[in-house]
């Protein structure tokens, strides 16, 4: 993708059960760059999920996303996760919770200030399974409904983040 990064905000939490980057889209950027970092579960090997805060920040949580996915596995063979109507982005990584950081995500978001579009995810990650290994998403998402976006929700799914740090840049 080319262009520059410039730097917009960044958030983080400890053991919380979700992190909100909210205000984080403007009429100034059409793409913006997602860097998490330092992610860990608090327990339990599962996914870390997405959903978008509507313009009030209120957590879009109705099924209006869809996504495919390329699991990327060390241990055993690759597999698509291909999903229609759904309540959140499932795919974008796999986590553990006994790995000291379960790697990293670089995740791009088009058009999310715009509400005559829909809004566009792409990611890609890293991270390890505690009881296999290696493990790596490249993820594309819609939501697929027409409105202004305001931030996002970041989840582990069913338990307590430990940690999480999340940077946003816009892309000029």
Not at 61 to 86: G, H, K, M, P, S
Not at 128 to 135: E, I, K, Q
Request: glycine fraction near 8%.
């Amino acid at each position: 993708m080319a262009g520059n990064l410039e730097f917009i905000k960044s958030a983080s939490g400890t053991s919380v059960s979700f992190l909100d980057v909210t205000d984080c889209f403007s009429a100034n950027y059409d793409v913006y760059y997602f860097a998490l970092t330092k992610i860990k579960r608090a327990s339990a090997d599962n996914f870390i999920i997405l959903r978008f805060l509507d313009s009030g920040g209120t957590v879009i949580d109705q099924a209006e996303y869809e996504y495919a996915a390329l699991e990327i596995r060390a241990y055993t063979t690759f597999l698509e996760a291909r999903a229609t109507n759904q309540t959140k982005i499932s795919e974008i990584t796999y986590g553990s919770s006994n790995a000291s950081n379960i790697g990293g995500i670089s995740l791009y978001v088009h058009n999310p200030y715009d509400s005559s579009s829909y809004t566009f995810l792409q990611n890609q990650s890293s991270s390890f399974r505690a009881s296999s290994g290696g493990w790596g998403n490249k993820t594309i998402a819609v939501h697929k409904v027409a409105e202004q976006i305001s931030g996002v929700r970041f989840q582990a799914e069913g338990v307590n983040l430990d940690t999480i740090e999340v940077s946003v840049y816009g892309v000029k």
